[in-house]
């Protein structure tokens, strides 16, 4: 069990670099993942189960004991992420395949990845767990409904099939990883040990899995789609910057602001792929590739600014007493 905890830190650590070189891998040799692609919508519950195993009962607590937070965090989410990537495909003239990928990751709930940037950044890590855990569970109804409202004018948005699919392969995942953490507690903890190797290496699989098909008739690198890098990085940085003014204007302190910067600008990009192979096309899926792993790296490096920022704050503190 040492050797797979071990092995998941492993990847967890470098993991943008592995999902990056797995697309290269795709590109290259595409037959080597093609045959995952029956099989995303199964990877990314098996992700979502371990996101519920994580769950425990007060997580959901919190969310009553502090709603204005949550509502607040919640509200930020769903409105920034979709309205800047709606502005960005007119900005860049994006063809529609793209756009609708685009934003439908801007409608995605907030990323796991986005708990874990909060802790290191010194940040409220209980309000964003509890903003990711409500932004999911609504997913359902909001990721449908707002996807239909600013991608409609581009493709046919099938709302109602949008809706069953996620609460298929992300709400029933989750209640039931949330369900057995709940009645086995420390009997499953060594199995709940193993789940970030395996969600891993699923989303590395996916992330390669979509490189293959969309280059499946050689057209992966043209203009046309070479421009999603820029609007991948604008989508997310601004999603960061947005959230943490917004949070800031209401009055947050530092510490939730941080949990709500990184709850608006780190999406749940595999959800995106997943939904983007099933109802679109494999060019709609790419900006959600893209984003898992731009937003892996851009959440690192403002985690570990604030990190530093906060333990030379703490310091400058420490002196001052020391001084008084």
């Not at 960005?88 to 685009?102: D, H, K, Q, S, T």
């Not at 507690?185 to 979509?210: F, H, M, Q, W, Y």
């Amino acid at each position: 069990m040492k050797a797979i905890i071990a092995t998941g830190q492993f990847l967890g650590k470098y993991f943008s670099l592995f999902v990056l070189g797995a697309a290269v891998a795709a590109y290259y040799q595409p037959a080597v993942v093609t045959w995952v692609l029956p099989y995303v919508n199964y990877l990314l519950g098996i992700i979502m189960f371990g996101m519920g195993m994580t769950l425990k009962q007060s997580d959901f607590a919190e969310v009553f004991k502090r709603p204005k937070d949550v509502l607040i965090g919640v509200c930020a989410h769903y409105l920034i992420m979709p309205l800047i990537a709606y502005v960005l495909c007119f900005a860049f003239r994006l063809p529609p395949a793209i756009a609708v990928g685009v934003i439908l990751v801007g409608c995605c709930p907030s990323g796991t990845a986005s708990n874990v940037m909060c802790f290191l950044a010194k940040g409220d890590v209980a309000l964003g767990v509890s903003i990711g855990a409500v932004s999911t569970l609504i997913a359902p109804v909001m990721l449908p409904l707002i996807l239909w409202l600013l991608a409609g004018r581009w493709v046919h948005i099938p709302t109602g099939s949008l809706f069953v699919s996620v609460i298929e392969i992300v709400i029933v995942p989750i209640v039931l990883g949330v369900l057995v953490n709940s009645f086995f507690g420390r009997k499953v903890d060594r199995i709940t040990e193993a789940l970030p190797l395996v969600s891993t290496i699923a989303i590395i699989l996916i992330a390669g899995g979509v490189v293959a098909a969309s280059n499946k008739n050689g057209d992966l690198l043209t203009a046309g789609t070479l421009i999603i890098v820029p609007v991948v990085m604008f989508h997310n940085l601004l999603g960061y910057a947005l959230g943490f003014l917004f949070s800031r204007l209401l009055g947050m302190d530092h510490p939730k602001s941080r949990a709500i910067t990184f709850e608006v600008g780190m999406q749940n990009s595999a959800l995106g792929v997943a939904l983007a192979m099933a109802f679109f096309s494999p060019a709609a899926a790419i900006p959600a590739t893209l984003f898992s792993i731009w937003h892996n790296m851009s959440g690192s490096l403002l985690a570990s600014f604030w990190s530093s920022k906060s333990q030379k704050d703490t310091g400058k503190l420490g002196e001052a007493r020391t001084v008084v």
